[in-house]
């Protein structure tokens, strides 16, 4: 664009400004859509003010969201945006925009520092990063610092369209400022905190304004769910819970003791809960009972539930779904929303942007993996349902498998969502609530209220196994062992070892396998046949990964699980049986062969060894799993490692200064970068297995780069994680990429195993297990 070009539309502007209706028509935020209309800028800003309001309000920041909302995209009245604008061909002008050939976020954020001194740094954090996400203070890439400090085009003859409110500090902002005790990194995590939630609420609310433009038929199409939504919810599910089996056995006796204890617990105010009970104790189905009747009685507005693994959120959702099958049939949507991070939206385009997910459903299952991550994220996709998190009910799913190098960091996040934004956090547990405060552990969560008072007496009731520890058990003996079981589980650490040990039975008997190596829908048919096996008593042999460790509902008589972790233990232990059906199931725990390549499990493994004794010397307790030997488990893990709970040095990122230019230097990029619990968690490729499985990669082919979030949603069925290395050299070969972020097996039919899964090394595939 020339500078006469610019100087013409600026002359243009002068001579039309007195007439406001022409002023709200000369401007536009978005180029035209597909009925050929253009998008006004004051339109634009005012839709976006009025939804980050509408998103800030739950935690008391409806002005701030508001104001962000407003000046967001202040920069697009430059002249030169504008003629940018109109010279473009591109119906995906955020395309454009992101490769920074005009930049518009920038103006928006110095408004803010220059209208509020102070305070407008927070909002300039999220106004700049709101398209390519939240920045460092200072970098030598680019930073707020800089875009503070860089020169940009005038926009000012759009401020007579702008009317802000004064700005006040949150109250609980206040509170946690004024704290006599107060911690400085706790001081300025609560800040950084409070402006990750209010960048959600800004991108959030861009994202959807921007889709109502684009696609009506889109936005109309988005689920709507009626305003009693929780309460339908809850009586679908005690509907289920009434069609269950009487409570004639003991074990179904006690699972309705605990449920009637979590609805009498949900009467109780907001904060923080514990659900302590044993696996098989029916903590699934009894945490959403407590989920649902707590956020009705306190105005809550969905239930997130959180499990430790991809697997287990599979099963979950299945679960549920079951449950509120009556209200599908009623023509709702589908209330349950399965997310994970097997299919994950990177650089943005308009297309990606509204694919992401921003969890507006009444009951969301994900990870511990994509939850916490998201709260330390620094990418506009990933942020974007954080400000739903607020005012829900929050169900963490065997609560403490947390890293313990990350401690500090999600225990804090964990604190501020109860503290200051409304939530209320279930921690499920079959061990112990072991991130709770107590001496030698003051990062712990305080007032952790439990559900079910006497765990001991409840261990006791639902004690159904008996744990033998074999020592190294090499796998021709371990094959031999199982060969000789007619039903049995065996849990190990690895992937490989799992097929190994499958291949290394088959010749002599039959064997199921198990691993992340299949994608969620073909495992979910595995689990099926495994179910119909066990119950019809016919010859059921299951080699698996630890997904099958939580949340799944199988029952074996027998349970071999390699060296972990306690809690590890105690969920394989969940497996055996589950339904009290013996007088007594028989554990057997042995450490493998492969333990030298079982690095992500070596930690915990190490732990146990303590406790569970080795090379001549005596365990330490008897029962392995007795609430004495868990406690122990847990002051050698967490509470004894003060050095590590926040070994990255995380919450050092996050600093108020006594800098009028720069008072508060949080470094989000550098955390989100730093931040992650497997170092590792590989590339997703998409499988087409099954009928449904083909009809979406078909549809995926020809929709060509156009990712919409429905099919984000269907994909995650039909994914597969493999490790970034393998991935990168299989692109172009037995990888197809369709776009940057989305890869498809290209030969199942080779490189996909009825019994095993992805396989893209060829000779590992015997000829009886590939596809035909």
Same mark, same amino acid.
């Given at each position: 664009?020339?500078?006469?070009?610019?100087?013409?539309?600026?002359?243009?502007?002068?001579?039309?400004?007195?007439?406001?209706?022409?002023?709200?028509?000369?401007?536009?935020?978005?180029?035209?859509?597909?009925?050929?209309?253009?998008?006004?800028?004051?339109?634009?800003?005012?839709?976006?003010?009025?939804?980050?309001?509408?998103?800030?309000?739950?935690?008391?920041?409806?002005?701030?969201?508001?104001?962000?909302?407003?000046?967001?995209?202040?920069?697009?009245?430059?002249?030169?945006?504008?003629?940018?604008?109109?010279?473009?061909?591109?119906?995906?002008?955020?395309?454009?925009?992101?490769?920074?050939?005009?930049?518009?976020?920038? @103006?928006?954020?110095?408004? #803010?520092?220059?209208? %509020?001194?102070?305070?407008?740094?927070?909002? +300039?954090?999220? /106004? =700049?990063? &709101?398209?390519?996400?939240?920045?460092?203070?200072?970098?030598?890439?680019?930073?707020?610092?800089?875009?503070?400090?860089?020169?940009?085009?005038?926009?000012?003859?759009g401020?007579?369209?702008?009317?802000?409110?004064?700005?006040?500090?949150?109250?609980?902002?206040?509170?946690?400022?004024?704290?006599?005790?107060?911690?400085?990194?706790?001081?300025?995590?609560?800040?950084?905190?409070?402006?990750?939630?209010?960048?959600?609420?800004?991108v959030?609310?861009?994202?959807l304004?921007?889709?109502?433009?684009?696609?009506?038929d889109?936005?109309?199409?988005?689920?709507?769910?009626?305003?009693?939504?929780? @309460?339908?919810?809850?009586? #679908?599910?005690c509907? %289920?819970?009434?069609?269950?089996?009487?409570? +004639?056995?003991? /074990? =179904?006796? &006690?699972?309705?003791?605990?449920?009637?204890?979590?609805?009498v617990?949900?009467?109780?105010?907001?904060?923080?809960?514990?659900?302590?009970?044993?696996?098989?104790?029916?903590?699934?189905?009894?945490?959403?009972?407590?989920?649902?009747?707590?956020?009705?009685?306190?105005?809550?507005?969905?239930?997130?539930?959180?499990?430790?693994?991809?697997?287990?959120?599979?099963?979950?959702?299945?679960?549920?779904?079951?449950?509120?099958?009556?209200?599908?049939?009623?023509?709702?949507?589908?209330?349950?929303?399965?997310?994970?991070?097997?299919?994950?939206?990177?650089e943005?385009?308009?297309?990606?942007?509204? @694919?992401?997910?921003?969890?507006?459903?009444?009951l969301?299952?994900?990870?511990?993996?994509?939850?916490?991550?998201?709260?330390?994220?620094?990418?506009?996709?990933?942020?974007?349902k954080?400000?739903?998190?607020?005012?829900?009910?929050?169900?963490?799913d065997?609560?403490?498998?947390?890293?313990?190098?990350?401690?500090?960091?999600?225990?804090?996040?964990?604190?501020?969502?109860?503290?200051?934004?409304?939530?209320?956090?279930?921690?499920?547990?079959?061990t112990?609530?072991?991130?709770?405060?107590?001496?030698?552990?003051?990062?712990?969560?305080?007032?952790?209220?439990?559900?079910?008072?006497?765990?001991?007496?409840?261990?006791?009731?639902?004690?159904?196994?008996?744990?033998?520890?074999?020592?190294?058990?090499?796998?021709?003996?371990?094959?031999?062992?199982?060969?000789?079981e007619?039903?049995?589980?065996c849990?190990?650490?690895?992937?490989?070892?799992?097929?190994?040990?499958?291949?290394?039975?088959?010749?002599?008997?039959?064997?199921?396998?198990?691993?992340?190596?299949?994608?969620?829908?073909?495992?979910?048919?595995?689990?099926?046949?495994?179910?119909?096996?066990?119950?019809?008593?016919?010859?059921?042999?299951?080699?698996?990964?630890?997904?099958?460790?939580?949340?799944?509902?199988?029952?074996?008589?027998?349970?071999?699980?390699?060296?972990?972790?306690?809690?590890?233990?105690?969920?394989?232990?969940?497996?055996?049986?589950?339904?009290?059906?013996?007088t007594?199931?028989r554990?057997?725990?042995?450490r493998?062969?492969?333990?030298?390549?079982?690095?992500?499990?070596?930690?915990?493994?190490?732990?146990?060894?303590?406790?569970?004794?080795?090379?001549?010397?005596?365990?330490?307790?008897?029962?392995?799993?007795?609430?004495?030997?868990?406690?122990?488990?847990?002051?050698?893990?967490?509470?004894?490692?003060?050095?590590?709970?926040?070994?990255?040095?995380?919450?050092?990122?996050?600093?108020?200064?006594?800098?009028r230019?720069?008072?508060?230097?949080?470094?989000?990029?550098?955390?989100?970068?730093?931040?992650?619990?497997?170092?590792?968690?590989?590339?997703?490729?998409?499988?087409?297995?099954?009928?449904?499985?083909?009809?979406?990669?078909?549809?995926?082919?020809?929709?060509?780069?156009?990712?919409?979030?429905?099919?984000?949603?269907?994909?995650?069925?039909?994914?597969?994680?493999?490790?970034?290395?393998?991935?990168?050299?299989?692109?172009?070969?037995?990888?197809?990429?369709?776009?940057?972020?989305?890869?498809?097996?290209?030969?199942?039919?080779?490189?996909?195993?009825?019994?095993?899964?992805?396989?893209?090394?060829?000779?590992?595939?015997?000829?009886?297990?590939?596809?035909?």
């Amino acid at each position: 664009m020339t500078s006469s070009e610019i100087s013409h539309f600026e002359h243009d502007f002068q001579d039309q400004a007195h007439d406001r209706t022409d002023l709200d028509q000369r401007f536009w935020a978005h180029s035209a859509n597909a009925a050929g209309k253009w998008h006004g800028l004051p339109e634009h800003l005012a839709g976006v003010a009025r939804l980050a309001r509408q998103f800030a309000e739950p935690f008391g920041a409806g002005d701030w969201g508001y104001v962000a909302g407003l000046l967001h995209d202040v920069g697009k009245f430059s002249a030169a945006f504008q003629v940018h604008l109109r010279k473009s061909s591109s119906d995906e002008c955020h395309s454009s925009e992101l490769r920074g050939t005009v930049d518009h976020t920038s @103006a928006g954020a110095q408004y #803010a520092v220059e209208r %509020f001194p102070v305070l407008g740094h927070l909002l +300039a954090y999220a /106004i =700049s990063g &709101h398209h390519g996400g939240l920045l460092d203070a200072i970098s030598d890439l680019t930073c707020l610092e800089k875009r503070l400090g860089k020169n940009v085009e005038n926009w000012s003859h759009g401020l007579r369209l702008l009317v802000l409110p004064d700005l006040q500090l949150p109250n609980f902002l206040r509170d946690v400022l004024a704290s006599r005790e107060r911690d400085p990194k706790r001081v300025a995590f609560s800040f950084a905190f409070f402006v990750r939630m209010l960048f959600s609420c800004l991108v959030d609310a861009d994202f959807l304004d921007t889709e109502g433009f684009f696609d009506a038929d889109r936005k109309s199409a988005r689920p709507a769910w009626p305003a009693d939504v929780m @309460a339908r919810m809850e009586q #679908a599910l005690c509907a %289920f819970a009434d069609r269950l089996p009487e409570p +004639a056995s003991r /074990i =179904s006796r &006690h699972r309705a003791e605990i449920r009637q204890s979590c609805l009498v617990a949900a009467s109780k105010e907001p904060g923080f809960f514990s659900l302590t009970v044993p696996t098989g104790g029916g903590k699934t189905l009894s945490s959403l009972a407590f989920a649902l009747s707590h956020a009705q009685r306190h105005g809550l507005r969905r239930v997130i539930y959180v499990a430790p693994f991809t697997s287990i959120i599979e099963q979950t959702a299945e679960i549920f779904r079951q449950v509120f099958e009556p209200l599908l049939k009623l023509q709702w949507p589908d209330p349950v929303l399965e997310h994970h991070s097997a299919i994950d939206v990177g650089e943005e385009t308009v297309a990606s942007r509204l @694919a992401s997910e921003n969890w507006d459903a009444p009951l969301v299952v994900t990870t511990a993996v994509q939850f916490y991550e998201s709260l330390f994220a620094d990418s506009v996709s990933r942020c974007r349902k954080l400000h739903n998190i607020s005012k829900s009910v929050v169900i963490l799913d065997e609560a403490q498998k947390l890293p313990v190098d990350f401690l500090s960091p999600c225990l804090m996040a964990l604190h501020e969502l109860v503290a200051n934004y409304r939530a209320t956090v279930l921690l499920c547990t079959a061990t112990q609530p072991a991130v709770g405060r107590r001496e030698g552990f003051p990062l712990g969560l305080d007032n952790i209220r439990e559900i079910v008072d006497d765990r001991r007496t409840l261990y006791l009731q639902l004690r159904r196994v008996a744990v033998r520890d074999l020592g190294t058990v090499g796998d021709e003996e371990l094959s031999r062992r199982l060969a000789d079981e007619r039903q049995v589980l065996c849990i190990v650490n690895t992937r490989r070892h799992a097929r190994l040990l499958t291949e290394q039975l088959l010749p002599t008997v039959d064997a199921i396998h198990l691993s992340a190596a299949m994608c969620a829908e073909h495992r979910s048919q595995v689990f099926r046949r495994c179910r119909e096996l066990l119950a019809a008593g016919e010859p059921c042999r299951v080699i698996s990964t630890q997904l099958v460790e939580a949340g799944v509902d199988v029952d074996f008589p027998v349970v071999f699980r390699s060296l972990a972790g306690l809690d590890s233990l105690a969920q394989a232990a969940g497996r055996c049986n589950r339904n009290g059906r013996l007088t007594e199931g028989r554990v057997f725990l042995f450490r493998s062969e492969h333990g030298r390549n079982e690095a992500y499990l070596r930690d915990t493994g190490n732990v146990a060894v303590q406790l569970l004794g080795d090379k001549g010397f005596a365990p330490l307790y008897e029962d392995p799993l007795s609430l004495e030997a868990i406690e122990h488990y847990f002051r050698l893990y967490y509470w004894e490692q003060r050095q590590r709970w926040d070994r990255r040095q995380l919450l050092d990122s996050f600093k108020l200064e006594q800098c009028r230019s720069l008072p508060f230097q949080f470094s989000f990029r550098t955390v989100a970068t730093a931040f992650r619990f497997i170092e590792d968690s590989g590339r997703a490729v998409v499988v087409p297995w099954g009928e449904k499985g083909k009809e979406l990669v078909e549809e995926l082919r020809r929709g060509g780069e156009s990712l919409t979030r429905w099919m984000v949603r269907a994909l995650q069925r039909y994914t597969v994680q493999i490790p970034s290395r393998t991935w990168h050299d299989a692109v172009g070969s037995e990888i197809t990429l369709l776009s940057k972020d989305c890869a498809v097996l290209a030969c199942p039919e080779v490189n996909y195993s009825e019994r095993f899964g992805v396989d893209l090394n060829r000779q590992n595939l015997s000829p009886d297990t590939l596809i035909v």
